[in-house]
C-alpha cells in the first residue's frame, strides 16, 4: 500500500478507477445513461476541476504570495523554476475544464441562456436563474483573468518569456493582482454555486 501511495500517478488512477467503479454504480441504480445521470456524472467533474482550481488560488493567495517576501533570495529558484510553473499548468487547466464542464452542466440542466442573460429571459421572476448567473458571470471573469491575464503576466515573472528585471516585477505584481481579484470573486461565486443548489435545487 504505501508503495502505491509513494507514487502520485498511480495513486490518481487508482483513485479514479474507484470513482469509476461508483460512477456505473449509479449509472445502473438509475437503468441508463439517459440524461439525469449525465448530469450528475458532468456536477461531479464540475465538482472535481474546480476544487483544483481554487485549491490552487488559494494556495497561491494563502501561501506563496504571501510568504515568497520571506524566503531567503538563493531559495527563491526552489519556487520559481519548480513549484510555480508546475502549480500552474494545473491551476489554468483545472480552471479550464470547470468553466467547461459548468457550461455542459447548465445546458444538460437546460438554464444556460437563462443564467447568463441573469435571469432576463424569464423578465427576472425566477430568482434561481439570475443567482446562478450571478456565479456563472463571476466564475467567467475568473476563468479569463487566469488565461489573458494571470498566465501570461506569470511566464514573464517566472521567466518563461524573456524580460528584464523591471519586466519581471510588474508582470508579477500584475500575477498579484488579478489573482487577488479571483479570490475576491471567488467567495461570493462559492455562495451561488452551494447555496443555489440547496434553496432551489
Do not use: C
Not at 533570495?73 to 499548468?89: C, D, N, Q, R, S
Not at 424569464?122 to 439570475?130: E, K, L
Amino acid at each position: 500500500m504505501a508503495g502505491l501511495l509513494a507514487n502520485f500517478r498511480n495513486t490518481m488512477i487508482v483513485s479514479f478507477v474507484l470513482s469509476l467503479i461508483l460512477v456505473g454504480g449509479y449509472a445502473a441504480h438509475n437503468g441508463g445513461l439517459d440524461t439525469t445521470f449525465w448530469t450528475a456524472a458532468f456536477r461531479w467533474l464540475h465538482t472535481f476541476f474546480g476544487i483544483l482550481w481554487i485549491g490552487l488560488l488559494y494556495y497561491f493567495n494563502f501561501v506563496q504570495i504571501r510568504k515568497m517576501p520571506e524566503i531567503p533570495a538563493e531559495l527563491k529558484p526552489g519556487v520559481t523554476k519548480y513549484i510555480a510553473p508546475e502549480a500552474l499548468f494545473w491551476f489554468r487547466y483545472a480552471a479550464l475544464a470547470t468553466w467547461v464542464m459548468g457550461v455542459i452542466l447548465a445546458i444538460s440542466r437546460g438554464y444556460f441562456v437563462q443564467a447568463m442573460t441573469l435571469g432576463a429571459m424569464d423578465g427576472f421572476v425566477v430568482p434561481q436563474h439570475t443567482f446562478i448567473g450571478v456565479g456563472m458571470w463571476l466564475a467567467t471573469i475568473m476563468f479569463f483573468n487566469v488565461w489573458v491575464f494571470i498566465w501570461p503576466a506569470q511566464k514573464i515573472a517566472l521567466g518563461i518569456v524573456e524580460g528584464d528585471a523591471d519586466a519581471k516585477a510588474a508582470a508579477g505584481r500584475k500575477a498579484m493582482l488579478f489573482s487577488r481579484t479571483n479570490t475576491l470573486l471567488s467567495v461570493p461565486m462559492l455562495v451561488t454555486m452551494t447555496m443555489n443548489q440547496t434553496m432551489f435545487g
